[in-house]
């Protein structure tokens, strides 16, 4: 169908992460992903979902009266269609952000919209996907996110932002992955090393668990 994408959920919640952590914020969950990293708590998305015409889908966000939009996955990018819907969210006056794996470009999103850049580590196992051009594109509009699964992970995360200096091109944020790597630990290595970023633990998880949709 033209017009239309593949959607798994849309919900309306507290933004979980990010610099809007905590906003009520309308989350729209595109169908499909390339990738399939180990920590993966949104796995249900990669399959499955409805399709929806744009305007079913615009209905449905409007629905929540709430001016905080998140397009997430699965990989939102992997359905081209999905910069037309940004593209009208944007023109509909709303506050929207993108959460993309860094494997597939930025280049043609809409510069209206907030990208939230995975950077993929070594302990994800999908760091060979990396699209590093996405680099090139971000500004401080954007937000750069580093997800570690242990003190490996970490230590190439901040040698990596050290190397490339990732703060002056968008803020950095790193989260521990939940029930993996104890957030006390990485916000002690982050002090240690006068790191320059935002350390930030999944508000949603702390909420209401791993349920999807919430």
């Not at 990010?18 to 249900?44: E, I, K, N, Q, W």
Request: charged content about 25%; glycine content about 8%; aromatic content about 8%.
């Amino acid at each position: 169908m033209k017009d239309a994408l593949r959607i798994t959920e849309i919900f309306c919640s507290l933004q979980g992460e990010t610099t809007r952590m905590g906003l009520p914020t309308v989350f729209v969950r595109l169908t499909g992903c390339p990738l399939r990293c180990g920590y993966c708590d949104s796995a249900y998305a990669f399959t499955g979902g409805e399709t929806q015409s744009f305007q079913t889908i615009l209905d449905k966000i409007a629905s929540f009266n709430t001016h905080h939009i998140c397009v997430t996955g699965g990989e939102p990018l992997a359905q081209k269609g999905v910069h037309e819907l940004m593209r009208l969210l944007c023109d509909a006056g709303y506050s929207l952000s993108l959460e993309t794996s860094g494997a597939l470009s930025i280049a043609d999103v809409d510069p209206r919209v907030s990208r939230i850049l995975d950077i993929k580590t070594p302990g994800s196992g999908e760091l060979s996907k990396m699209h590093w051009e996405n680099l090139d594109y971000v500004n401080k509009a954007d937000e750069i996110k580093f997800v570690l699964c242990d003190r490996s992970d970490y230590e190439w995360a901040r040698d990596l932002i050290r190397e490339r200096r990732l703060e002056t091109l968008a803020p950095v944020l790193m989260s521990p992955v939940w029930e993996t790597l104890p957030p006390a630990n990485l916000a002690a290595w982050v002090l240690e090393d006068h790191l320059p970023v935002r350390m930030q633990v999944q508000l949603h998880k702390i909420l209401w668990g791993e349920r999807p949709g919430v």
